[in-house]
T-cell receptor, first 114, second 114 residues
Framework: AQSVSQHNHHVILSEAASLELGCNYS??????LFWYVQYPGQHLQLLLK??????LVKGIKGFEAEFIKSKFSFNLRKPSVQWSDTAEYFC????????????FGPGTRLSVLP | DAGITQSPRHKVTETGTPVTLRCHQT?????MYWYRQDPGHGLRLIHYSYGVKDTDKGEVSDGYSVSRSKTEDFLLTLESATSSQTSVYFC?????????????FGPGTRLTVL
């Protein structure tokens, strides 16, 4: 079955700590990969996306993600988190040769302590 | 925000009643989606549309129907609401570029079925 997994259900960090959230998918072939963020009470917003080229992708708010094809992974990173990064983070995958439908991971809740 | 609005934003209803949620977009996107968001499940696709009167089922379509009579409106109907349909419902559109398709989300509708 098609799936996207996110390793951590809930991550708690102090401000200025480094962040890495894991995302793995189970499809072969060409994939497009996304990270979305959902701040409390809000809708999902796009953080960054990968579709081709440089596997290290930079997004908004200092986030970046690295696509490692051999590991079927697309981990999200930030060198120094802020309290305002407290949110839920979702990884998503599409297969461009198989339509436009997205498959989302279950999400990782990040709590940043001031 | 890709010009997406949802109505109502909050609704409380009783088991067995019909409920219709509306998604409205202003930018003439062809693809529209309805998801439900539940803790631990991320976003799950209910139905999607690839044009006026063209719809298809997603992962969790049982108990839901959709209609799209105009490009800008995508309606989700719960024919007879059940408590298991208590959730937050998000509408999304897919924006296509030369590189990839990206989904953008509406603000969500919080539905409680008593």
């Amino acid at each position: 079955a098609q799936s996207v997994s996110q390793h951590n259900h809930h991550v708690i960090l102090s401000e200025a700590a480094s962040l890495e959230l894991g995302c793995n998918y189970s499809y072969g072939g060409t994939v497009n990969l996304f990270w979305y963020v959902q701040y409390p009470g809000q809708h999902l917003q796009l953080l960054l996306k990968y579709f081709s080229g440089d596997p290290l992708v930079k997004g908004i708010k200092g986030f970046e993600a690295e696509f490692i094809k051999s590991k079927f992974s697309f981990n999200l990173r930030k060198p120094s988190v802020q309290w305002s990064d407290t949110a839920e983070y979702f990884c998503a995958v599409t297969r461009p040769n198989y339509g436009q439908n997205f498959v989302f991971g279950p999400g990782t809740r990040l709590s940043v302590l001031p | 925000d890709a010009g997406i609005t949802q109505s109502p934003r909050h609704k409380v209803t009783e088991t067995g009643t019909p409920v219709t949620l509306r998604c409205h977009q202003t930018e003439n996107h062809r693809y529209m989606y309805w998801y439900r968001q539940d803790p631990g499940h991320g976003l799950r696709l209910i139905h999607y549309s690839y044009g006026v009167k063209d719809t298809d089922k997603g992962e969790v379509s049982d108990g839901y129907s959709v209609s799209r009579s105009k490009t800008e409106d995508f309606l989700l109907t719960l024919e007879s609401a059940t408590s298991s349909q208590t959730s937050v419902y998000f509408c999304a559109i897919s924006e296509s570029t030369a590189d990839t398709d990206t989904q953008y989300f509406g603000p969500g509708t919080r539905l409680t079925v008593l």
